[in-house]
Structures are given as structure tokens and as C-alpha cells.
């Protein structure tokens, strides 16, 4: 097996994301439907393959490389050191940007869930070298559900080819996260089409090389719409106009105002955008005026699972790497043996060694397992609609709403954890660059903070999620958790957890209680206010959840022979660590968010 | 004032380190004592502006260069940038070597609070430059302690000067915590001195750049001693031999392996040192053969305490950061606005932000008092001593002892969070080397590595200082805690703490009362496997009683008019989020470590 910085993995056994997919998920039933093309285990099992041998064989060698070469801007354009491209050009040629779209499209078909667990793999050996065919084919099914057929011809479907690379631009320099404040102009043309003009902040390979073009999706207003969010319009812009035949022509103005130099994820470019600076720089809508944000929500509930599956990856490669250190390396000797004349053990035998592991695994399994699990709703929710079921695809929709700003939010703060647990098991050399878990921490860092910062995640599922339709969110969940409380009673095992996960439960639902009133009678602000100890709270209950399932179903597949005894044992525990240690940290949680308490609420700004 | 990258501090008013030593701490008490020189309250202060002065004005600005910069290695040297150089050589010339030696040996009498205190601002402006004058005071202290007269004329003076520098050299490449195993060699040359031979791994300024030699400190065994940590003794090797009048002679061999490339602390160099590699390498006996761990660690709670001051001034800059940020940048609006045509708010007016803000402030400056307290007892001791009273020495003792791991292990976890909390307040920007807050939280992961690590400091305090005579440590803890509950029953603001921390000092006890017993009945493995939540519970409770000295320090303060309204309102407010959001963390800890919960501790290696 080939590996980063330090001879050690970026990834653990196959069997993790195989049990996730088909043992804690069902993919397979979800495979018997044919809404997925011709594809059976085993041809998952083949592109899974696929995308972890150039994880390990391509990706994870180049991270110390490119850690010394990050993108550069020079003469205006972002250039990229070679072995980048090359990369990102393997990544296309395996079939990856266009992986899980239709055939007819030039895809193969793959489930979002099977898809997404190929991305999780490159994101650990490298995030940054994974970022540009995950974007592009966010882009691209964007333009699947809102372009013209002439819009998908001419961009959609070089991109779904990796021949053009696409980006999302929201944000602008003034106001990153208050889209409502963007200020980026629109103007019709004669010909149908806008001109743009103004800044974009934050873009993820908003210029780059390797490919022909790139097809930027910009959030603008058109002059005289109404203010704020319900004047935002999305369009097309590519860096180079594209002909009525597909034909990539003269540049449009679109320049590379600077490079972002960020403290990780340097592998990619992160870009600051001049649209319409010192040309003319032409746009065309996508979908209907007025209605950009929609659209792009519409996108977000998949790239926060994308942003998820990245954090978990990489908490999943720092657990890979400090577990297969921690094997090796000797230090010391058990507390009862002082005896300096023994052998040096290897330091897993140490017990604050396997707290860290233990750590480090229920993070980042329970991540990747809350990750597949959601992405696996998206798949749901496609077989329900075309099974014509529209009460269960509605069903789907609404766990997933729920789930989004849990997963994206707790995902990224655990696996935060986790790859501080990872340095720390290697001590000092954790700290240098001659190991790869100090990259993995840099790289992790952004995940808390970009597509909707954990903050603004933990204000959507109090302020909106909660209380949505009544309240359906919220007891549709329940409903979920329950079923797994119910299983959890019929197995001598996991019996014990039942009653816990009900009592979390009802935390939940009674913190809900005392603080939904104050939402409706117009004090949503003090309410609010405590939005992210709601969220831990959530995120606590969420993985408990989760890790019951996977207990439960590691003991089944343990039973029917489809995962060691050994697999199963360590799940089994990792879910009796979160239960003693993590899941009771709600508590007092709950009550103080039950009591409204205002340390900061009330906090004057002069007392700081 | 001038600033760190981006515009913006790294401290704050300069009321903060009056009001721990001052008020909280009892400094001007101990400086009528006459041990500290002629020193007054003015004189003090005077030295810290000149500190800060520095801090500002050459070390703030100095960051990005340096980041850019870092030491290389030519010619098998370490080559600084000439501004890092020049800036230690300020920090020299201001005294700040000397400052906490006698008068007599050119020093300046400086109470060690106070010269901490100093150390804090320069730690927090850059903690690398900070590093070389406080790692060479430490090796001076050491010497002042062991060493023979005629070693401190020609080793301990020049490093109080700051014409050498001082390193202390304990860990080797295969055996990094573990000194019992290290095979650095000494063995004994005619003339009294000794050959030695061996590599040392983690050396803070092993080979640098600006002194006219670097005195090593350096952990070996002479052959035929016992083995493990009793047959380690502490060597004087310098760079370059010194003759008996203190002339800087010939090389001595003390090669500079390789420099360890850090994920921050980037502005010195960290070095692997070869000693007697391709040539004689001469070192002089310190102190007594066979004694050197002891002579280490009668050091070690001054460098622990050290970097204690580190992490939390780190956390201190980056609190000061992101709230000058938060002042001054806009974006969004209340809650309960959502009319997009009006003003956007200064960030620090929404509440999630407020909350990142108070519990930066809640770990950074608990952690500045913390620090103060316990630099406080070292004067105290030395006052205890100079007066005679050995009891009231040997109580302060045991209390720093006693707090040590603590304060070590719980300014840089909560420190760490803050750096974190820190980049968040700056989103996307935070992420950038544009802003010194990423650079900040790279800087300050190396203080729960260091100088032992956080595992090792919670084994340290459940298996040695909460048993060590019989439990007098935790005994004397535990009469300053109920000496602080006593005054807060009489105050209106603060009487509502004494129960919840009473209870929580009553945890602590009630713990130990389950694990001593396992200790001592040979099962100290199994106690001892949860030691990091013993301690996690034990900082939260530490905390919680230094903040609630603050508050009363603060209600006192300003009542008499030392210290402003906000200011002590700030302080009340943040031991009140304690109260309501840390401590009550403890209470589910305190039930796993009586159960001696097993996860961790029964976890097979074949099921990671």
C-alpha cells in the first residue's frame, strides 16, 4: 500500500466504507431498483476500487510535493505545479467528474452515496487535489436541474467530460456570509444575455489549469429586482465564451484578482474574482430571475454532505495514519512495569494512546457513517420519485433538511478533534512536516467555516429545521431514531443504549418546547442565541444515533459472516465510548438551553 | 499601537496583567518583603511597558516576515533572518534576560510573576522570538541552583547577559517521553570532564544565530550507572569550549543534525543535535552524577509554568484579535431584522459571535490568572524561605505542585480552543495569512506537546500529585478553594458559585476516594487509563475557582475605583458562563471515573 508524508496510511481497510454503504446504509436494495443504471455490488465495489488506488497510489505521495509548490499567481493566472494537473487529469480519466450522472450523459449511473464515498477516499489522501471534479460535478447538476437544453449542451456537458472545470461564486469580499448584501450587477444585454460586473470572494478553483474552460455560477442582481435575497439571479460565466456550437472562443472578462494564501488545503487555488474589470464580461441567467438563491439552495444540501464526507475523510486518514504509527512506534512501559531493563512496547499498549485512537475512530467512523447515511437520502429520495412516491420522497426530503446542518456542523467539529487526537498520538513528530496528521489538521480547519459557517448551520437548524412544517423535520427524525431504539431492545448488546437515546431524545424535544414559544412571540433573538449549544446537543444525540446503527448492524453482519468478529467488536465499542462519554454531555446541556441562559446574550459589547 | 498581520493586535489593555498581579495575585504584598530588590508597583509596571513596547513595535510587526523566513540550514548551521536576530537582541538589551536574576549577578530582581508577565506580551506579539530569553533565563536558573562557582563565572553569567544562549537537551529520536531509555553516553575523560557521545531530538534553539556560543544542557549516562532514570546525570556541553577565564575557545563537537520543519513556532528553530559525531565533544559534570532527572525537574515546574504563560498569552493575542475585529467589521443584521435596505451590523453584535468572543476571553484570560496565581507562588515561596518559615515554603510547594499538570495541560487545551474560536470570529479571513489568528493557533498546538505531554501531565496528577504525602497537595488545593467559597458566600454577585463549586471540589474528592484505592492495590493501570478525564474535570474545576477569584478581585477592584465598571462586569460575566456552561461538565465525568469506565482501557488492538 503506498502512503503520505511518513510511510504512514491515509485510509484503513475497504471494509469500512463497504459496511457503511451496505450494512449501516442499504445500498444494495436501493441497487435492485434499476433507477442506477446496471450497477450491482460488485461494480461498486470495482470504482471504489478505482478511486482508492489513485488515492493511495497518485494523491497521498504528491502531499508533501505540493505542500512545497501551492498554486502561484503569475501574469494574472493561477499556475499549478504539473503534478497537480496530471493528478486532477487521472481523477477525470477514471470517470469521476462524471460518475454520477445518467449514462445517456456520458456517466456511469453511481449513487450519490457510492459516488461520494469514492470522494471521501481522495479527500483524505489529498483535499485539495479532490476539490476540482467534486465542484464541477456539483456545477454541472446544477445546471442539470435549472439549464436551458442548449446551456446543458454547451456547458453541462463538457463539464460532466472534465474538459471544463466549474466553480459556485457567492460570496463577495464585503459580505461573506450576508448574501443579501451582494453587490454584484447584472445588466441585460440586447442579445438576452447580462453583463457582469464586480467582485467575488472565496472561489474554489476560480482559476486554475488543466482544463479548457471554466464555468463560473455567479449570484448577481439585476438592477430594478427587488432588495435583498429576492433580487438574486444566477448565471452562467465562463472564463471563455462559448460559441453556439460548443466552441470555446475569445476570453470574457473574467479576471483572477488575487490568490488566497490559506493556512491549508493548499493543493487548490482559492481566489479572489474581478468580473468585468477592463473588458466586457458576459453572462447568461440560468434558471429564472429573481430566483438564484433558490437554486442554489437547491444545491446546498448536497455540497454541505460533500463538505461532511471531506471532514470525516480527513479525521478517517488521521485516524489511519496515527493508528498504523501508534503500531510501531515504541515508547516506554506498561504503569506497572518499571523495569528499564524490559523492552520498550509499542505505544497503542498505552491506555491514553487508545483513548486517543478510540476518539479519533467515533469521530471520524461515526462521520463517515452519518455522511453515508445522509448521502444515501439523496439516493432514497430519487427512487421514491421515480417510483412516483411523493409522500416518502417528501419524507426523505425533510430528514435530510434536518440532518444537513447537524452532519455539516458536527462532522467538521469532531473531525477537528480528531485530527488534533492524531498529532498529539505522534507527539512532537505529529508537528512537523515529516509526518502527514499537522497537514490534515491545516486542511481540516476550513470545513467549519465555508458552505454556511457552523454558526449560521446552527441558527438554520434551530431557527428553521426545527420548526419547519410544523415541526415535521424534527418528528420524522425521531421517528428514525426510534426505529433504532426499538431494534436496539431486541439485541442483548445494545439493550442498554435504548433508554439513554430515549431520554436524549426527549431532551431534544423538550428543549424544543421551551424554546419554540419564545420563537413565535417575536423573541426569536434570545432564542437564537444559544443556537450552537442546541446544535452540539443535536450533534451528540445525532452520533449516538448512528452509532447504535452501526453496533446493530455490525453485530448482524458479524453473525452472518460478512465482517470479522474483530470489525464488529470495535464497533460495538466505539458505540459504548460515545454512550458513556459523549452522549451524556447533554445533559446540562439541555438545561441550561431550557433555562435560556444568557452569558453572552448579555454580554456587553464594552465589557469585552 | 501597532499590530500583528492584517491590522490588528495581539493584546489587550494593558489593565488585564495589572489586575492579575495586583489583584488577583497579591504582588505588591511580596514586593515590601525586600526580596525583590527595591522594586515597587511603578517600577514593575515600567518594566512591563517596556516589554510591551517591544511586543508592539518589533516583534507584532515581525510575523509574516518571519513566516516567510524561517531559519534554514547551511553549511550544517542554522541560519536566521538578520530581523529575527536583531529582535532577540532587543529583547536582550531591554534586560529581559537578566530581569529575574539578582542584582548582584547583573539582573534586576524581578519577582518571577512579573518577569512572566513580561514574557506573556512577547509570547503573544511572536512565541518564537520569545522563546530564546526565556529558555536561556530557565538555563541560567538551572545552573544558579547546581552549578559550581566556577561554572556560573563561565557558563551562567555570559547566558544572564545574553552573550550565550542556553538550551536544555532531554529526548532522543527513538524515545521521546521516555528519558529511562536514553542512550546519550558520558563517559569520563582524565581531567575530570567528560566525553560525550549521542543524539538529542527536539531542541529548542539547538543551533541558532546571535550569541557568541550556546551552552547545552544536556541529559546522558555515565557507563556503569544504574539503569532507567537513575542513572541519568545533567552535563554543561557547549557550542565552543571555554577555557578557565571565560574566553570562547575551539568547536567542541556539537552537531547540528537536521531542523525539524514545524507546523508552527516557526520563528526559532527546533533542532535534532549530534553530540561527538566526527569529533571530541566535551562536556563538564552539573551537580551531582546520577542526579541529573532531579536537577531537571526541581526546573520543571518554572518551564511548565512557562509554557502555561505561552499558551495562554497565544489565546490572550488571539482574544484581542478577532474582538478588534469583530468591532470593526460589518456584516448581516439582528435576527430580528431582516429589511435587507438596512445597515449591516458590526459582527460583535450578533449573539453566536459574542458567544465565540466570551469563551475566548473565559479560556484566555482564566488562563493568564492561573498562570499569575501560580507564578505567585514561587515568589511566595521564595519569600517563605528568605523569612524562614519552611512550613508555609513546603505548603506553597505542594500547592504548585499540585496545580502544575493542571495549569500545563489546561491552558493549552482550552488555549488551543480559543486560537480556534479565534479564526472562526475572522471566517474565511481567519483562514488566511492575511490575519495572524491562523498563524496563532499553528503556534500554540505545540504547547499541549511540550515539556511533557497533556497524557503524561494527567498521569502526573493522578498518580503522583493527588497521592503524593499521603494527599496533603489535593489537602492544600483544596483549603485555597474553600478560602475563595468562603468569600464568595459573602458576596450579593458571587454567593450563588459557593455551592456548585463546593460540589465540584467534592467530586474530586469523592473520584479519589473510588481510584486511590485501585492504585494502591496494584490495579494503578486501570485507575490511571482514565487519568485524562481525571484531569479534564480537575482544570474545569480549577478554572472555575480562578475565575471565581477574579470576579471577586474584580468587584473588590472596582469598588475602590483601581479598575473600571466594564472591566469588572467582563470578569463577572465570564466566570458566570463557567458556572453555567464548563463546569457543570464535570458532573458526568465525576460518574464515569467512579465507575472506571473501560472503553478505552478493555479496547483490543485488533479492534481499532
New interface residues.
Given amino acids: 500500500m503506498s502512503a503520505g508524508a511518513g510511510g504512514l496510511p491515509l485510509w484503513g481497510p475497504d471494509e469500512e466504507l463497504m459496511f457503511q454503504l451496505f450494512e449501516v446504509a442499504d445500498l444494495e436494495q436501493k441497487l435492485t431498483t434499476g433507477v442506477f443504471g446496471g450497477h450491482d455490488r460488485d461494480s461498486v465495489v470495482e470504482i471504489l476500487r478505482v478511486a482508492r488506488k489513485i488515492a493511495d497510489d497518485v494523491f497521498a505521495p504528491l502531499g508533501p510535493l505540493l505542500e512545497e509548490h501551492p498554486p502561484q499567481m503569475v501574469e494574472g493566472r493561477a499556475k499549478l505545479h504539473p503534478a497537480a494537473i496530471e493528478a486532477v487529469h487521472q481523477v477525470r480519466d477514471a470517470g469521476f467528474f462524471a460518475a454520477a450522472f445518467p449514462e445517456d450523459a456520458g456517466g456511469l449511473d453511481l449513487p450519490f452515496s457510492a459516488h461520494s464515498a469514492a470522494g471521501a477516499m481522495l479527500s483524505a489522501a489529498n483535499a485539495g487535489l479532490a476539490a476540482p471534479s467534486f465542484l464541477t460535478a456539483a456545477a454541472a447538476n446544477l445546471e442539470m436541474a435549472y439549464a436551458t437544453e442548449d446551456q446543458k449542451r454547451r456547458f453541462m456537458q463538457p463539464m460532466i467530460e472534465g474538459r471544463f472545470f466549474g466553480t459556485m461564486c457567492l ?1 463577495e469580499p464585503h ?4 448574501l ?2 451582494i453587490r454584484t450587477k447584472a445588466e441585460p444585454l440586447p442579445d438576452g444575455t447580462y453583463r457582469i460586473t464586480g467582485s467575488k ?2 472561489i474554489s478553483c476560480g482559476d486554475t489549469e488543466g482544463c479548457e474552460n471554466i464555468v463560473h455560477h455567479v449570484l448577481a442582481k439585476i438592477p430594478g429586482g427587488p ?3 429576492k433580487g438574486i439571479s444566477l448565471f452562467i460565466v465562463p472564463k471563455f465564451r462559448v460559441d453556439a456550437d460548443g466552441q470555446v472562443g475569445e476570453p470574457n472578462a473574467v479576471g483572477l484578482a488575487g490568490l ?5 488545503y493548499t493543493a487548490n487555488t482559492n481566489c479572489v474574482m474581478a468580473f468585468g474589470d477592463g473588458g466586457e464580461c458576459v453572462g447568461e441567467l440560468l434558471g429564472e430571475p429573481h430566483k438564484g438563491l433558490a437554486a442554489m439552495f437547491h444545491m446546498m444540501n448536497e455540497a454541505r454532505i460533500g463538505v461532511s464526507f471531506g471532514a470525516a475523510a480527513l479525521a478517517y486518514a488521521g485516524y489511519a495514519a496515527s ?1 498504523a504509527y501508534a ?1 510501531e512506534r515504541t ?6 512495569n ?4 524490559s523492552p ?1 512496547i509499542p505505544i ?11 476518539r479519533q ?1 467515533a469521530y471520524a467512523e461515526g462521520g463517515l457513517a452519518l455522511c453515508v447515511a445522509s448521502a444515501d437520502l439523496v439516493d432514497a429520495q430519487r427512487v421514491a420519485k421515480e417510483a412516483g412516491d411523493a409522500e416518502e420522497a417528501k419524507r426523505l426530503h425533510l430528514l435530510l433538511e434536518f440532518l444537513t446542518p447537524i452532519l455539516k456542523a458536527w462532522t467538521s467539529e469532531k473531525g ?1 478533534v480528531a485530527n ?1 487526537h492524531a ?2 498520538v505522534l ?8 509526518y502527514p496528521v ?1 497537514r490534515l ?2 486542511d481540516n ?2 470545513n ?3 458552505e454556511g ?3 449560521i448551520q ?2 438554520d437548524l434551530l ?1 428553521r429545521k426545527c420548526v419547519m412544517e410544523g415541526g415535521a423535520a424534527l418528528r420524522i427524525f425521531a421517528q428514525e431514531v426510534a426505529a433504532t431504539i426499538e431494534e436496539a431492545k431486541a439485541s442483548p448488546t445494545c439493550a442498554a443504549y435504548a433508554a439513554p437515546l430515549t431520554e436524549a431524545m426527549g431532551r431534544i424535544e423538550a428543549t424544543l418546547g421551551a424554546l419554540a414559544p419564545l420563537m413565535m412571540k ?1 423573541e ?2 434570545r432564542a ?6 442546541f446544535l452540539e446537543m443535536a450533534g451528540q444525540t445525532a452520533f449516538a444515533w448512528i452509532w447504535l446503527r452501526q453496533a446493530l448492524a455490525a453485530e448482524r453482519a458479524a453473525a452472518a459472516g460478512r465482517v470479522t468478529e ?2 464488529a ?2 464497533k460495538i ?1 466505539a458505540c ?2 460515545w454512550f ?2 459523549e452522549l ?2 447533554t ?2 446541556l439541555a ?2 438551553l431550557a433555562a435560556v ?1 444568557p ?10
Same sequence: chains 1, 2.
Fill in positions: 460570496s459580505a461573506g456570509s450576508s443579501a448584501d470572494m472565496w432588495p435583498g435575497v488566497n494564501h490559506k493556512m491549508g493508528l503500531r515508547q516506554g512501559r506498561p504503569i506497572d518499571r523495569d528499564p531493563s520498550m497503542i499498549e498505552h491506555a491514553d494512546i487508545r483513548r486517543l485512537l478510540l475512530k477537528l488534533d498529532i498529539q507527539g512532537g513528530y505529529g508537528y512537523t512536516k515529516d499537522e489538521y491545516r480547519r476550513l467549519p467555516i465555508h459557517t457552523n454558526g446552527a441558527i431557527g417575536g426569536a433573538g437564537l442565541a444559544n443556537a450552537t449549544p474483530d470489525f467488536r470495535g465499542q459504548r465510548y458513556a462519554w451524556p454531555q445533559a446540562h438545561e441550561q441562559e452569558s453572552w446574550a448579555e454580554m456587553d459589547e464594552a465589557w469585552f
